[in-house]
């Protein structure tokens, strides 16, 4: 079976520019989590979404966005990026929220 | 507010003798408690999991936890340590519904 996929694996940006990430849960599962680890940390929460709606959300500012689709993938908007913005994203996906499953993450690299 | 606390930021062991990893949660009720790994430029693996059916928790690759509540602890063991198990541990709270919140980590290394 195919877990949590994550698209793209690494990433260079400069400050100030854009970035989407992606992910697709293990089929079945309808709630998506996003996660930042910074270098040397435990990841911290960003937001869930479960059916489409979003759950939660965490101490970050609204340059960070999210949204679930349809066929329950989704995407991390990340606007006007900042060298601190420089982590591992990390997407998990669970049946209803509590037991997560994480993807291999996409290491975004801000210069 | 629910949190977990790693009390120790790195254990080193010897390849073949016991591993443990401590842990202490906040919580004002009964948690939903993990433990993931994370190999070097890894993602995140689920190695077990309490949700209040039984204090001793089974995981897998030889992992076990007790979830004690007179010491609201949820320590990690393992009776033989590998080559393989060297890797970043975390042991996670379930919050609000819908989050979790990780522990500062622990690094393990195996001397061979």
């Known amino acids: 079976d195919a877990g949590v996929t994550q698209s793209p694996t690494h990433l260079i940006k400069t400050r100030g520019q854009q970035v989407t990430l992606r992910c697709s849960p293990i089929?079945?599962?309808?709630?998506v989590s996003w996660y930042q680890q910074v270098l040397g940390q435990g990841p911290q929460f960003i937001f869930q979404y479960y059916e489409k709606e979003e759950r939660g959300r965490g101490n970050f500012p609204d340059r960070f966005s999210a949204r679930q689709f349809p066929n329950y993938s989704s995407e991390l908007n990340v606007n006007a990026l900042l060298l601190g913005d420089s982590a591992l994203y990390l997407c998990a996906s669970s049946i209803q929220g509590d037991e997560q499953f994480f993807g291999p993450g996409t290491r975004l690299t801000v210069l | 507010a629910q949190s977990v606390t790693q009390l120790d930021s790195h254990v080193s062991v010897s390849e073949g003798t016991p591993v443990l990893l401590r842990c202490n949660y906040s919580s004002s009720y009964s948690p939903s408690l993990f433990w993931y790994v994370q190999h070097p430029n890894k993602g995140l693996q689920l190695l077990l999991k309490?949700?209040?059916?039984?204090?001793l928790v089974k995981g897998i690759n030889g992992f076990e936890a007790e979830f004690k509540k007179s010491e609201t602890s949820f320590h990690l063991t393992k009776p033989s340590a590998h080559m393989s198990d060297a890797a970043e541990y975390f042991c996670?709270?379930?919050?609000?519904?819908?989050?979790?919140?990780f522990g500062a980590g622990t690094t393990v290394t195996v001397r061979a």
């Open positions: 089929s079945g599962h309808k709630s």
């Open positions: 309490y949700t209040s059916a039984a204090t």
């Open positions: 996670v709270v379930f919050v609000g519904d819908y989050k979790l919140s």
